[in-house]
């Protein structure tokens, strides 16, 4: 579990990088985990609301 947890951190703090903060996301997230890798996939569309 712990280790799944900062899969996850790392994922959104490359995608927060990429992103102004103004912004909304519409996300997928796939998490796979076997006895040696976690993974964690994040997909999705941003928006800006001017």
């Known amino acids: 579990m712990h280790a799944l947890?900062?899969?996850t951190i790392e994922a959104v703090k490359?995608?927060?990088i990429t992103v102004p903060l103004d912004?909304?996301?519409?996300?997928?997230i796939?998490?796979?985990?076997d006895?040696?890798?976690n993974?964690?996939?994040?997909?999705g569309k941003p928006?800006?609301?001017l």
């Open 5 to 7: 947890l900062h899969a």
């Open 30 to 33: 796939a998490i796979v985990a």
């Open 39 to 43: 993974v964690v996939s994040m997909f």
């Open 47 to 49: 928006t800006l609301h």
């Open 14 to 16: 490359s995608l927060s």
């Open 23 to 28: 912004i909304s996301l519409m996300m997928k």
């Open 35 to 37: 006895d040696k890798w």
